[in-house]
């Protein structure tokens, strides 16, 4: 009687403790939906009639000192960025983002991108450096869940070579925004 009863002991406290781990398989769990993660690039083109207007002598530079909003719906994103084509270019200027909110609909306030590309591009002795895929970039921007955009970018204004005023300064060509989902 004692040994049947010890087993029997044995048997319901085995079972006891395993009981809490067969429920939570992955297999009895509910499946929770995955979203992959993705980017979208959208081109920014300058503004006015100087649009297609090229700095003599200089590749690629445009003469605009402005580049338009970009308004419109885009896919959802959280992470937003500007790129240009010569890494070794400098952003000289300012560039604001606003975005508009999934969950809620209203528009952000502008906000500041940090243009530094020094402070944080590949090093000058990077491997990745000699592929000719390195472009250009300002730091990324965490904006939340968001599904439309608008960009506002503005070069510096360069000091004029005689008396007068300051003539616009120049913007990097090949200026991109890059729009991240990193997914769920």
């Not at 992470?79 to 240009?84: P, Y």
């Amino acid at each position: 009687m004692r040994g049947f009863l010890a087993s029997s002991i044995g048997v319901v406290t085995a079972a006891a403790l395993a009981l809490p781990l067969a429920l939570s398989t992955p297999a009895l769990a509910e499946a929770v939906p995955v979203t992959p993660g993705s980017t979208q690039s959208l081109p920014l083109v300058p503004l006015g009639p100087s649009a297609t207007a090229r700095i003599p002598g200089v590749p690629g530079m445009s003469a605009s000192p402005d580049l338009a909003d970009t308004r419109g719906l885009a896919k959802t994103f959280s992470l937003v960025g500007v790129v240009w084509d010569d890494a070794a270019a400098e952003l000289g200027g300012r560039v604001q983002v606003r975005t508009r909110s999934v969950t809620t609909g209203a528009w952000s306030d502008w906000q500041d991108v940090d243009t530094h590309n020094g402070e944080h591009a590949a090093d000058p002795d990077a491997a990745e450096r000699g592929t000719g895929r390195l472009r250009g970039a300002t730091a990324p921007l965490w904006v939340g869940p968001s599904d439309g955009v608008e960009v506002r970018v503005q070069a510096d204004h360069a000091p004029a070579p005689t008396r007068g005023a300051a003539r616009p300064g120049r913007l990097p060509s090949g200026l991109r925004i890059e729009l991240v989902d990193p997914g769920s």
